[in-house]
């Protein structure tokens, strides 16, 4: 068993206008080279979940350990260089849409660029060349100098994992990465998620709403309602009284393959 | 139940609200007296009726009075604007016969709130006038300390010194308590009852959504007196502002003969200065409409210079993410509706005095005015960007500038060159006309003719102004073509 690499006690994360509970004591701990997925209705706290991790949100109360330090407790300085470990890319792609794809890969380096080479531009060649590598990762390469907004949906979403993949993560948060696109694409954009978690043994924390997805690439599901953890287990565990459960009595489940 | 004393923000806003409105109303009625009185009764036409000094409280308390009875109604424009209404504490809609009575017991309630805040007063007072009585000798003659205060002997003006605060302590503090219990009386109450008259009548304010949560269609809009309101303030703003701004289409043609005569004198183009110096101004035509584009240039590029660093700074997005950094943006964003709402004109006549007529007093004047005009454009366009890119440049582990450089700058550039040029379309008409009031350029010449009534000079002038004016903005459409 290998030790547990994220530790999560307590989170808490109140919203201060309305007063909304979004995460409600959600403790749990992920190993070295999991690819958890969290499931839930929208508004269940998946991604103030994840990024309440990377305090891109500031959490209320709890602890969050990675490796063994508290990043609730972490200064600006160390919050960098923590963020730096964790590669995240989100529903809306979140690319800048009027630079080129080259520019938007190369902000992946930031955290690692001082602060006068990344105001004149001047990258080292190091990252350059790692950006190439990214971009043939992801099958891009010969869409560097192409402006973001002219890709398409998929080719954007691959924009962002080549940009998490400059960071060199240890860790990858996906934040409904597949919502905005078609069956097929959402396959694929998984599978280098898959990939990158099996050949670089990066961690993967992928909030999802298919369960056929889920359970194909997950080896772990956890599933949030109202900011609860209501399951925690293996995708297979999942059966309609669960299933009901996690998303109400109404729902049906809809297959995607 | 939310518990504890909450500071009702919207009840406050629809309030101040409604009274502003019913302020309007009384104003616009004492105009109306004075008018029918002086324009129609007296025969002397100049004569205006001199408002009395008791007209202002008689005014302030009457609107007051007039707009808590309207907000009773739960259906003033108070209420309309801050989406509230007036319903039962289950949530059903009261009726009107219960709105109408509930009005006088409103009014109660207020008076009473008014009451607690004098009672609380009472101390302060009490122990204000006893300072000052000691201080100056003099006082009021309830308070004996203070008028005996070196007219008595030393232990009997104590005496009275301790023997009145102790009466005004025990006093204010029993003003204080009774204050209190009529607050709590008044103000207290549970399920959003929170006043004497919601308690008795059940009724509460509460946001629109409610009702429309229960499917209740909202009335139209003139069935309501929010409506009317609105339609009855429309027309007394026309009809006032009709009178006040003394409004005669018959002068637009009764005096149309003097002006075609001097649409004829300015039409006998006079273009012996333009090149050649006028010998009073030492200065010619050509000469000051250089100065004048070159004015408008340096200002435009001075506003640029100076509001691009600036507009990051007053980006609610940007820098809300403390109190330091909030303190920063409402700093800057006095600085920008200040400096934005005095005309440059009026900025031209400050530094006309401050750095002498001229040029450079003409160009501080567009440069500040449009340092404040683009700075708020361009943070209004830095509130406006996209969030999404920059939380995936702050979870890279970028610092702040990083995540401006790569996440803001690529998102507003073509807005930031579209206010530039629409600015410096503004700069080149306002640069004609400084000169007026002192800050050079062809507006100095087009005055100084104008004075002497060198009508075929002011006319070649303005026929100047418009060329050099239409010359710009086609360049400037130029440039803004190939921009885009």
Redesign the interface.
């Known amino acids: 068993m290998a030790e547990a690499q994220l530790v999560i006690e307590h989170l808490t994360k109140v919203y201060e206008r309305g007063e909304v509970l979004a995460l409600d004591d959600v403790s749990f701990s992920v190993k070295k080279g999991e690819f958890l997925i969290l499931i839930g209705l929208s508004g269940s706290g998946k991604s103030t979940l994840l990024r309440c991790i990377n305090r891109l949100i500031e959490p209320t109360s709890g602890k969050i350990l990675l490796d063994g330090v508290d990043i609730t407790k972490a200064k600006t300085r160390d919050l960098r260089q923590i963020r730096r470990k964790i590669g995240m890319i989100f529903q809306q792609f979140n690319l800048v849409k009027r630079s080129s794809v080259r520019t938007n890969v190369l902000a992946g380096r930031l955290g690692y660029t001082s602060m006068w080479r990344s105001l004149s531009g001047r990258f080292s060649k190091q990252d350059l060349e790692r950006t190439e590598v990214s971009l043939d990762r992801v099958g891009l390469s010969e869409k560097m100098h192409t402006r973001a907004d002219q890709l398409s949906g998929g080719q954007q979403q691959r924009v962002g994992i080549a940009r998490a993949l400059m960071q060199e993560p240890e860790l990858l948060f996906a934040d409904e990465p597949v919502s905005a696109l078609d069956p097929a694409t959402s396959n694929s954009v998984l599978q280098y998620l898959e990939q990158m978690n099996q050949e670089d043994g990066v961690t993967v924390l992928c909030a999802l709403h298919f369960l056929s997805l889920a359970r194909r690439y997950g080896t772990r599901i956890i599933a949030l309602k109202d900011g609860k953890i209501v399951f925690e287990g293996l995708p297979k565990e999942i059966d309609d009284a669960r299933f009901k459960e996690i998303y109400g009595e109404d729902a049906e489940e809809v297959e995607i393959r | 139940m939310k518990r504890g004393l909450m500071f009702p923000k919207k009840r406050v806003g629809a309030f101040i609200t409604d009274w502003v409105i019913w302020l309007y109303i009384s104003y616009s009625v004492f105009f109306l007296i004075d008018h029918w009185y002086t324009e129609i009764v007296a025969v002397r036409p100049y004569y205006k009726v001199p408002f009395p000094w008791y007209g202002w409280p008689i005014a302030i308390i009457s609107s007051l009075l007039i707009a808590v009875a309207w907000e009773g109604l739960g259906t003033s424009i108070g209420f309309r604007a801050f989406g509230l209404t007036l319903i039962r504490t289950d949530g059903s809609p009261l009726t009107l016969r219960s709105r109408l009575k509930r009005i006088p017991l409103d009014l109660i309630s207020w008076a009473l709130s008014l009451m607690v805040g004098g009672l609380m007063l009472v101390p302060l007072v009490g122990l204000g006038t006893l300072f000052r009585g000691l201080s100056t000798g003099t006082g009021i003659s309830f308070i004996p300390a203070a008028s005996l205060w070196k007219l008595a002997p030393w232990y009997l003006s104590l005496f009275y010194v301790l023997l009145s605060f102790a009466g005004i302590i025990v006093v204010g503090a029993g003003c204080v308590f009774v204050a209190y219990r009529l607050a709590e009386w008044t103000w207290s109450g549970s399920n959003g009852e929170q006043f004497w008259c919601d308690r008795v009548f059940h009724a509460r304010v509460a946001p629109n959504s409610e009702i429309e949560d229960r499917g209740i269609t909202p009335k139209r809009w003139f069935a309501t007196s929010w409506g009317i309101m609105t339609l009855i303030l429309i027309v007394i703003t026309f009809y006032v502002g009709w009178l006040t701004t003394g409004i005669d289409f018959g002068n637009l043609i009764r005096r149309a003969p003097v002006t075609i005569d001097l649409l004829k004198r300015l039409t006998a183009l006079d273009f012996t200065h333009f090149i050649t110096p006028e010998p009073v101004l030492r200065d010619s035509i050509g000469s000051a409409i250089v100065e004048t584009i070159f004015m408008a240039l340096l200002a435009t590029l001075f506003g640029v210079v100076f509001a691009f660093p600036l507009s990051f700074l007053g980006a609610r997005n940007i820098m809300a993410t403390g109190p330091a950094g909030w303190l920063i943006y409402t700093i800057t964003r006095g600085f920008f509706n200040v400096v934005r709402s005095v005309e440059t004109i009026v900025w031209a006549l400050i530094f006309a005095v401050w750095v002498s007529f001229g040029p450079f007093a003409g160009v501080m004047a567009l440069a500040i005015h449009t340092i404040a005009a683009l700075g708020k454009l361009y943070s209004e366009q830095v509130e406006s960007i996209?969030p999404?890119?920059l939380?995936?440049?702050?979870?890279?582990?970028?610092?702040r500038?990083?995540v401006i450089?790569?996440?803001v700058i690529?998102?507003i550039?073509?807005s930031y060159l579209a206010f530039t040029m629409y600015r410096w379309d503004i700069n080149v008409r306002m640069s004609t006309i400084i000169g007026l009031v002192g800050g050079g350029g062809i507006g100095r010449i087009l005055f100084h003719y104008k004075n002497d009534l060198r009508w075929g000079e002011v006319g070649a002038v303005i026929v100047v102004i418009i060329a050099v004016v239409w010359a710009m903005d086609y360049v400037s459409g130029l440039v803004r073509e190939k921009i885009a």
């Open positions: 996209d999404g890119p939380e995936a440049i702050a979870s890279t582990g970028a610092r500038w990083q450089v790569y996440g690529p998102q550039i073509p």
